[in-house]
């Protein structure tokens, strides 16, 4: 079953806070400060040496890639947001298989099934809710991980986690905030792209998400 229009309050990325352009590069605000992410991620990929770290980058690096080409052209009803969500699974599968591998610490069985009940909760938000829910559920997944590993982490690599969950959290809260302020601030100026305020901490979240894991 795929995801429609018609389940959508807020489809991914129509209903973002940058007017599109009928003809051209549909949202070029967004588009190019994508392009800043996607080239600091390829950046951190082409120096990763170790197997999971890999994987991460490159699903890290075909997520932007999408999101970049997403804000480029629009592709019809929820299509874009159905390729985007999948990828977002393989990024939470290596963020865990990256610590796990960095602390030698496999999870206790409650969060095993934390993280199982997580992930059948996101696939019906997925399914069955509008995006909203299933983009918290997938930061609902990536701050769990990065919970309970904290703990196992030296002083240095708490500081780099606790800056990446703040990022998270801002991007979070950006996004609800576009999601219903979005015609009042266009009321205030109708032409600016609010978009970019939320890829902005974007960039940054990929700059030390990818500056962190690409040899953690």
Not at 40 to 54: A, H, Q, S
Request: with cysteine; hydrophobic share 50%.
């Amino acid at each position: 079953m795929i995801k429609g229009e018609e389940k959508e309050e807020f489809t991914f990325p129509f209903s973002t806070c940058e007017k599109p352009n009928k003809k051209g590069i549909a949202q070029p605000y967004s588009f190019f400060l994508n392009i800043f992410s996607i080239s600091i991620v390829f950046y951190f990929l082409c120096f990763t040496r170790k197997l999971y770290n890999f994987f991460l980058m490159l699903s890290l690096f075909a997520f932007e890639g999408f999101h970049t080409y997403s804000h480029f052209v629009h592709l019809p009803n929820s299509l874009q947001v159905n390729v985007i969500h999948p990828i977002s699974y393989f990024m939470n599968i290596f963020y865990f298989l990256v610590l796990y591998k960095h602390t030698h610490v496999f999870p206790k069985p409650w969060f095993i099934l934390l993280l199982i009940t997580l992930f059948f909760l996101d696939l019906y938000f997925f399914f069955f809710l509008p995006f909203i829910y299933s983009f918290t559920s997938f930061f609902a997944i990536f701050f769990a991980i990065l919970i309970y590993y904290y703990r196992y982490l030296s002083k240095i690599d708490k500081s780099n986690i606790t800056q990446i969950g703040i990022i998270g959290a801002v991007i979070l809260m950006l996004f609800y905030n576009e999601k219903f302020n979005c015609a009042q601030m266009y009321s205030l100026n109708p032409e600016f792209p609010f978009h970019i305020i939320l890829e902005i901490f974007g960039l940054i979240a990929f700059f030390l998400v990818s500056r962190f894991f690409y040899d953690f």
